[in-house]
Nanobody
Framework: QAQLEESGGGLVQAGDSLRLSCTAP????????RGWFRQAPGKEREFVAA????????YYADSVKGRFAISRDHAKNTVYLQMSSLKPEDSAVYYC?????????????????WGQGTQVTVSS
């Protein structure tokens, strides 16, 4: 059973925005860093964004800088990925993950908990 649950994916047009959410039913990941990764068909899973446990450390892939924003709401036990100016190349399954050090990482091998993913499709 996945420890994390993503939502908010869907089919949008290029230039549109979407907000993904990641919750952790029945468990608090307040001391964990959280990250978003994505995987397109036939490609390796790649890092998108990460946030430290305090919300002060932020990391972004170069491909999404200036367009995506990661944030977290401890009261709601939820992490968000606000995606703007979406491009067809952003189409992928997006995964939420939790990393135990709390500092954040761009490497997927540093994350211990994962969701099952939510599909984002951007049409041109």
């Amino acid at each position: 059973q996945a420890q994390l649950e993503e939502s908010g994916g869907g089919l949008v047009q290029a230039g549109d925005s979407l907000r993904l959410s990641c919750t952790a039913p029945g468990r608090t990941f307040a001391d964990y860093a959280r990250g978003w990764f994505r995987q397109a068909p036939g490609k390796e899973r790649e890092f998108v964004a990460a946030i430290g446990w305090r919300g002060r450390r932020l990391y972004y892939a170069d491909s999404v800088k200036g367009r995506f924003a990661i944030s977290r709401d401890h009261a709601k036990n939820t992490v968000y990925l606000q995606m703007s100016s979406l491009k067809p190349e952003d189409s992928a399954v997006y995964y939420c993950a939790a990393e135990t050090s709390g500092l954040g990482s761009t490497r997927d091998e540093d994350y211990s908990y994962w969701g099952q993913g939510t599909q984002v499709t951007v049409s041109s």
